[in-house]
């Protein structure tokens, strides 16, 4: 494969995702979507690190994906309070709360 089709794919994920976040309102679709911008930027990195021989690109998708993996464990936590105050994940319910 060659760097344009890893790059296309990404763009495809990358786009999906933003497309996710702007249009959904469920709270669990929109940290989904989240997920899949991280991992086209991972693509991105991984790609240009095996094009130029250099082991930093790599290193980096590793730190984001120690990253993603906290940040899905912040933000379904914060569903889940949403949920047991407003009883649903509907996000724009949000705006509603108070404290």
Known sequence: M???QYLLLSSVLFCIGIYGVL?????VMVLMSIELI???VNI???AFSALTDNIAGEVFALF??????????????IVLLIFRNKQSVDLSEID???G
Do not use: D, H
Request: glycine share 10%; charged share 15%; no cysteine.
């Open 2 to 4: 060659t760097i344009t």
């Open 23 to 27: 249009s959904r309102k469920n709270g």
């Open 38 to 40: 991280l991992n086209a």
């Open 44 to 46: 991105n990195l991984v």
């Open 64 to 77: 984001i994906i120690a990253i993603a993996a906290a940040e899905v464990g912040v933000g379904l936590a």
């Open 96 to 98: 509603q709360m108070k």
